[in-house]
């Protein structure tokens, strides 16, 4: 069964610093791997996702993310956070099997110091 | 293009009693899915309808949940009777067809608090 563990609940970074959010998973095969960001009172939003190829992908709002197989991780980035950034995060794994059935990790809540 | 609606976007309940929520997908998009997300964690998939037809229902919990999606294009999400473990957002999602290549499109959830 495909798993996905972020081991951080919470992190606090200050505005103009980077930033990297961890997601380990786990998955038999070549993993569909997705990041969503939350906003209060709001739906999930696809920020960026890798299915094959270059392991370092871009999404939108200045994100990026690196697959590397060997550590089983997709840790998302980005260089300089903004204070509206402050959000939910969430890391999945989705499986061709199973008709695009996506597996969420618990999700971590970055806040924005000024 | 218009998103994924739902409502309502906030329901309070007594235990016992029944609650439905309903969602109209992005025009054109065959797949459907219902989310529960409880406080603190992802989302959790309760159901999944390509087109009018259920793809994975194994996590739903037949004996108190239901989903119908008649006609292929919207869908309601009863429950019936909740209990307090209920209080959750449910989430609805949609994408163009089945298949992990296919992105999904949130709506804004539907927060549910049993009392």
């Known amino acids: 069964a495909q798993s996905v563990t972020q081991p951080d609940i919470h992190i606090t970074v200050s505005e103009g610093a980077s930033l990297e959010l961890r997601c380990n998973y786990s998955?038999?095969?070549?993993?569909?791997l997705f990041w969503y960001v939350q906003s209060p009172g709001q739906g999930l939003q696809l920020l960026l996702k890798y299915f094959s190829g270059d392991t370092l992908v871009q999404g939108i709002k200045g994100f990026e993310a690196e697959f590397k197989r060997s550590q089983s991780s997709f840790n998302l980035r980005k260089p300089s956070v903004h204070w509206s950034d402050a959000a939910e995060y969430f890391c999945a794994v989705g499986s061709n099997n199973a008709g695009n059935m996506l597996t969420f990790g618990g999700g971590t809540r970055l806040m924005v110091k000024p | 293009e218009a998103g994924v609606a739902q409502s309502p976007r906030y329901k309070i309940i007594e235990k016992r009693q029944s609650v439905a929520f309903w969602c109209n997908p992005i025009s054109g998009h065959a797949t459907l899915y219902w989310y529960q997300q409880i406080l603190g964690q992802g989302p959790k998939l309760l159901i999944q309808?390509?087109?009018?037809?259920?793809?994975?229902d194994s996590q739903l919990p037949k004996d108190r949940f239901s989903a119908e999606r008649l006609k292929g294009v919207d869908s309601t999400l009863k429950i019936q009777p909740a209990k307090l473990e209920d209080s959750a957002v449910y989430l609805c999602?949609?994408?163009?067809?089945?298949?992990?290549?296919?992105?999904?499109?949130f709506g804004p959830g539907t927060r549910l608090t049993v009392t």
């Open positions: 309808f390509q087109n009018n037809g259920v793809v994975d």
């Open positions: 999602a949609s994408s163009l067809e089945s298949g992990a290549i296919y992105e999904q499109y």
């Open positions: 998955y038999g095969a070549t993993p569909y």
